[in-house]
């Protein structure tokens, strides 16, 4: 028996399969490897979409980066970690962003206003205080600036924070409280470079 | 363009228009298929006049299902048996008349030739039920049709790489099937 045999042999096959390969039948099996990859990519691209909307648009995720300089999320809600001055109205355990944000330096008077979602964003982490602690020193002993943050809230109230000299923190008629430098310096270059919404 | 059924009633009907239709719908293809078995254009040709008679012959009472698969068999065994006449007279004269000699020992080397091409249908037949859709289209393309693998590739929309790899793996495939059914090639 020869290759020629079996090739003659192929003569008895079913007339089904020499349909099937005709094309007489369609056939789904036999996939386009470009649909193929066209469908993987366009999966690959919506769950980035997908991801990135969620991401963007989801309540209460704080990105907080080594030197926590910005929050993400609704103007509304976002998570503090480690916030316990009460410096924010608290709705379910998380602290409600401004829907406002005045900066005053005094005694110079440099106004600005912030109501961008993003600013107010940047902005808070550096004003909230950690493991406030209220100060042993006279604040009236140092002579220096003051940037005074008057925040508005959605709900009408409204909250001051001072921070003097980079050294000392106060939140509206409370103790003046110590405020690490590296934070308040942080804090005053970063509204310095934002510019103001009004 | 008449559809199969309509050209199969007229075989049914011995309407001589049956082979006109059937030349119509079906001639190119069917000499494309006698023309890759045969290097003749004459012999091709030929081939195809004789599966147009094969198909009047054989309907009725035969009623296909698809009628260009039931064509382009008859036309492919015709095609191959014209082959093995053909390549009987290149043999040299002293071949020939050996292998003649030899088949006078079996006793009916027709319907032996036949049981044996029968048998290795079968188990082609029964071989091809257990591939996958993909391999079976590929090998059927390839051994059947004759196309090539390029063609294949094409008709297919696959790269040339992923035949080769089906049909060297139908083949190892096969040959382990027909070795397992006393099929000895």
Redesign the interface.
Known sequence: MTGIDLFKALGGVKEEYIAEADGSRKLPHVKNVTLQWCAALAACVCLLLGWGFIAQHLGGIADYTGDETKVTGAAETAQADGADQGTAPAIGGKVVLPVRITAETQPVSDVKVFTDEEKIGQIMPLLLLKNAAETSDDPNAYGGSANIFTLEYANGETSTITVYGNLFYKKDDGPWCDIPYEQAEKLEELVRSLGSDE | MKEDHEIIELYWARSESAVHETDAKYGAKLHTLSGRILPEAEDAEECVNDTYLGAWNAMPPQR???L???L??IC??IA?DKL?KLRAKKRSAEVSALTEELSACIADPTAAREA???E???A??SF?STL???A??FF??R???MDSVKAIAE?????ES?VKTSLHRTREKLRNYLQKAD???
């Open positions: 296909p299902l698809a260009f698969a039931f382009a068999r492919r065994n191959c093995d044996e091409s029968r290795i249908a079968e082609l037949n091809l996958p859709v993909d079976r289209l059927m393309r051994y059947w049709y008709k297919y929309g696959c790269g992923r099929i000895w090639l």
